[in-house]
């Protein structure tokens, strides 16, 4: 493309045509974080039951923190790795809504170092994962995100119901549903529009 | 009554940046060139061209070592944009 004088007919051709170039779906190539997350959880998740079950000793929960000690350094290494040519307004939906998830989760997290009775940790954080997950499937109009978002915010409160320490067994395995598989079908997605040149 | 062009969006590769702009937070050089299909040293003057116009804004910077230019469309940028838009309409409407 050069300097070219242009006619009224080609300057709006060209004004609909860079716009459709800007309708990308590359949003939906995060499925990296999401394996990321959902893995960490559900080893630190296996690691403190079994732990806490074969030796009973409380002191085992000091692993949760496992969790963002790999998951947040893990992570900007995959934003980094991945390169961000354009920022759409969903993109900077999304990470808006991720960046105030991890921290309310941190501070959560960090909560429970003052007063660990003072709430269901394992329910609100499943809860609010799920919340981030369901506003990022809405956001990006990517159905099977949705759909786990809001069965593992429906499956949260299975938490409250789940004596003891088997709530621990209980929220790893929502990792799977919530995190773990949404994150192989987005990976998936996102090599499809790779393929494709960007666009769906 | 046909309305005058703003001459600095009437140019192919000018008009195509800015479209690209008009509908992304922010874009860098590499991904402005690749969807205009120009040359880096013709984008690069008319980027200029525009940031000196106050139609967009340029930050130069790096990702790790490597050198990045992102550009992102102004308020008045997109005011432009709307006026050309406008503008052009002018031409089409009986």
Known sequence: ?200 | MFKELDPLLHSQLRLAVISLLVSLEEADFVFLREKTNSTAGNLSVQLDKLGEAGYIEIEKGYSGKRPRTTCHITEHGRQAFENYVEALKTYFTP
């Open chain 1, 1 to 200: 493309m050069e300097e070219k004088n242009l006619t009224q007919q080609e300057s709006l051709e060209l004004i609909s045509k860079m716009i459709k170039e800007t309708r990308t779906n590359m949003e939906r190539d995060g499925g990296g974080i999401y394996l990321l997350w959902g893995y960490v959880w559900l080893i630190v998740a296996a690691a403190v039951y079994l732990l806490t079950l074969k030796t009973g000793d409380y002191r085992v929960q000091w692993l949760w923190f496992a969790i963002p000690l790999v998951g947040y350094p893990g992570m900007f290494i995959l934003l980094r790795k991945r390169e961000k040519r354009a920022i759409t307004f969903v993109g900077r939906v999304i990470g808006s809504v991720w960046i105030t998830i991890g921290i309310a989760a941190g501070l959560l997290s960090l909560y429970m170092l003052v007063n660990h009775l003072a709430f269901p940790i394992l329910f609100v954080m499943a809860l609010l994962i799920n919340i981030g997950v369901a506003i990022s499937g809405l956001v990006i109009r990517f159905t099977p995100i949705t759909i786990a978002g809001f069965i593992g915010i429906l499956l949260s409160f299975v938490l409250l119901m789940v004596p003891g320490i088997h709530q621990i067994a209980v929220f790893g395995a929502f990792s799977i549903i919530m995190l773990i598989i949404p994150g192989h079908i987005l990976a998936a997605a996102g090599q499809r529009i790779k393929k494709a040149g960007n666009h769906v």
